[in-house]
């Protein structure tokens, strides 16, 4: 079986939206699909939410949707 490695999530946009609440236009390329997805990822409170990185609603795999996660949290814990 040759699957290919999940490539990490890249940051496309970062938009401050609020004091607490900052949005991420993330690209990821989802190894088990084979193929590329756009989302967005809303950190509110130093939280990662949105349809894009919430299980069963999420087009990703969970292999992907934590990749998602795993990026924004580092994108967004560096600035502090």
Not at 23 to 31: G, I, K, M, Q, T
Not at 47 to 56: A, D, E, L, N, Q
Not at 59 to 71: D, F, G, M, T
């Amino acid at each position: 079986m040759n699957v290919r490695r999940q490539k990490a999530a890249r940051i496309l946009e970062e938009k401050v939206v609020a004091v607490k609440e900052v949005h991420f236009l993330v690209e990821v390329f989802d190894a088990l699909q084979g193929k590329s997805f756009t989302g967005i990822v809303k950190m509110i409170n130093g939280f990662p939410r949105g349809s894009f990185v919430t299980f069963g609603q999420s087009p990703l795999s969970k292999e992907a949707i934590q990749a998602v996660r795993s990026k924004v949290l580092n994108e967004h814990n560096s600035k502090k």
